[in-house]
């Protein structure tokens, strides 16, 4: 892949005229890119070491709408700024949009110059530096899923949603020639990436009418959750391109299956082994991974809202439609929340399918990672594996069924709380009441095509 840049290959693309353009941008709460253009010229002479954004960055909705009751800012305070500061290993092109490059950058207070505590990507970086404290390197990747659209976000703006067209009609899960007609924004996809220097393995169907999924190679943890978000910024991209839209909601439709993003995790030693393995042990899973998968399980229900962040994510959790209801551990089974996979083999790993398409894939991985650590810190006891059909598990760990009810449960966390600290916990618990708040306070089109008349 030749899509990594540095400062020196940067300046030799501008002097060529092949990039004028640098995106330097940060994930926000939600996960999305925001930024600036900058002029590759200013880029190289100063841009390089920082910009400027407004702090309301970090405490606002889908909407842009200034959130109250964020301690980060507000309008007494006079939403101020932080420094933006490009990480410069995350330089690469943008082969989708013509001259361009991209640089991620971290937001830091613009006063001390330390990391923001509630900044996304500053709260994967603590967790994965704490597993390196214990001398482990956390690895993961995510399996992203969306729906593909033949209307353009405009026609969608101008027209409504009540008119989507998926861009195939019936299920393609692996389905080679549903997917060949989808390959002009699918091969761009791939290739875009790949030249971005983002490793993609493959692309496939998935299992709904106009479902796909996009597959990265797994990695390091933090680099995984950069990978998630170039991916999704080139996937809407290049389809606004194509004139299609896509959409990584959980669930768009009650109708038809949900978009996840499966996660999936595991420790190496610093010399590159993978510490999940121990020969002749049951599946080849030594203690340390037992010890982990029982954090995770153990704070399964405290860490939803980072897997399921807004009130249509708890939509996908139905029974049959290969979302999860139970957050326990099965071999290989697709109705648990959390399954082993790679049995007896050094790819052996705990795939988390809680989390859906709309996670933010930096506390996603914070907040499963926190829990994994705080199992082996506290040496905990695996539970039994549970076989069979999770959905009739009765008596099994409920995965929350609200985001009201997710948000309690991670305000109540203590294990969050010491992990993560008390002003992160406290500010995405008020993210998630302000996403409750709003849909309470909104008249749907069900409620309007259910009572208008009858009521």
């Not at 930096?362 to 076989?387: K, S, T, V």
Request: glycine share 8%; charged share 25%; with cysteine.
């Amino acid at each position: 892949m030749s899509g990594l840049l540095n400062l020196e290959t940067l300046r030799a693309a501008f002097e060529a005229g092949e990039i004028d353009t640098v995106l330097v941008a940060a994930p926000d709460m939600q996960g999305r890119l925001m930024g600036k253009r900058f002029h590759a010229a200013h880029f190289l002479d100063s841009g390089w070491k920082e910009t400027h954004c407004c702090n309301y960055l970090l405490a606002t909705d889908m909407e842009m709408i200034t959130v109250p009751g964020y301690k980060s800012t507000s309008w007494e305070a006079g939403y101020g700024d932080y420094t933006m500061v490009p990480d410069l290993s995350t330089l690469r092109r943008v082969p989708w949009l013509p001259g361009t490059a991209l640089v991620l950058c971290d937001l830091q207070d613009h006063h001390t110059h330390a990391d923001v505590p509630i900044s996304p990507r500053a709260i994967l970086k603590r967790q994965v530096a704490r597993a390196r404290a214990l001398g482990y390197a956390p690895m993961a990747a995510t399996e992203l899923e969306f729906f593909v659209f033949d209307n353009s976000y405009e026609d969608l703006r101008d027209r409504g949603v009540n008119d989507l067209r998926a861009i195939s009609g019936y299920n393609e899960d692996y389905h080679i020639f549903q997917t060949t007609k989808e390959e002009p924004l699918m091969r761009a996809l791939r290739n875009g990436l790949y030249g971005a220097g983002v490793p993609v393995e493959n692309s496939k169907g998935e299992a709904e009418a106009g479902q796909e999924e996009i597959n990265i190679r797994y990695s390091d943890m933090l680099e995984t959750a950069d990978f998630h978000v170039i991916t999704k910024q080139a996937t809407k991209e290049i389809a606004h391109a194509l004139g299609k839209s896509v959409t990584f909601m959980a669930k768009y439709d009650h109708a038809r299956a949900g978009s996840s993003s499966h996660v999936h995790q595991s420790l190496w030693t610093a010399d590159g082994k993978a510490a999940f393995l121990e020969e002749g042990a049951e599946y080849g899973m030594s203690p340390l991974m037992r010890q982990f998968m029982a954090g995770q399980l153990a704070h399964a229900r405290e860490i939803t809202a980072f897997l399921a962040p807004y009130v249509n994510s708890y939509k996908r959790f139905c029974v049959g439609m290969f979302a999860p209801t139970k957050a326990v551990w099965s071999l290989d089974n697709r109705t648990a929340g959390f399954r082993v996979c790679g049995e007896g083999t050094k790819a052996l790993r705990v795939e988390c399918r809680i989390g859906g398409a709309d996670l933010n894939p930096y506390l996603a991985c914070a907040a499963l990672l926190a829990a994994g650590l705080a199992g082996i810190e506290q040496g905990m006891e695996l539970e039994p594996e549970m076989r069979g059909d999770m959905y009739g598990a009765a008596d099994a760990r409920e995965i929350p069924k609200t985001l009201r009810e997710a948000a309690d449960l991670l305000e109540g966390s203590a294990m969050l709380r010491a992990a993560l600290g008390d002003d992160v916990v406290d500010h995405y618990t008020r993210a998630a009441r302000w996403e409750v708040e709003e849909h309470d306070r909104v008249v749907t089109d069900w409620e309007r095509m259910r009572g208008l008349e009858r009521a």
